[in-house]
């Protein structure tokens, strides 16, 4: 499973922005599925992330209420809406995903193996 992200962009602060991750084959939708974010100069950290069947998700704190992840698994595409969108969002946005994650690790994103090749998003002040 490859995924693919869709095109960031740049935002005013306040705006919105919908990320989709999407990998064209059907075995997709059993996987687990997260987006982590790395901006200059820090560690990669995780956003949110979605259990196979969207039964389970996580939030880190600094995007709760803001943010919302979820999934198509008839399009075989999973969603990160971003609202209320903040300077401190921008950063490069990457989409990963794993059939193993369990919900214990939903948020740890060293137990995914696919990534996507991340997307940059902008948000200007």
């Known amino acids: 499973v490859q995924p693919v992200e869709s095109a960031g962009g740049l935002v005013q602060a306040g705006g919105s922005l919908r990320l989709s991750c999407a990998a064209s084959r059907r075995a997709f939708s059993s996987y687990a599925v997260g987006w982590f974010r790395q901006a200059p100069g820090t560690e990669r950290e995780t956003v949110a992330c979605i259990t196979w069947n969207g039964g389970s998700t996580y939030y880190a704190d600094a995007v709760k209420g803001r943010f919302t992840i979820s999934r198509d698994n008839d399009k075989n595409t999973v969603y990160l809406q971003m609202n209320s969108l903040k300077p401190e969002d921008t950063a490069v946005y990457y989409c990963?995903?794993?059939?193993?994650?369990?919900?214990?690790?939903?948020?740890?994103?060293?137990?995914?193996?696919?990534w996507g090749q991340g997307t940059q998003v902008t948000v200007s002040s």
């Open positions: 990963a995903a794993d059939l193993l994650v369990s919900d214990y690790d939903l948020a740890n994103q060293h137990k995914y193996a696919h």
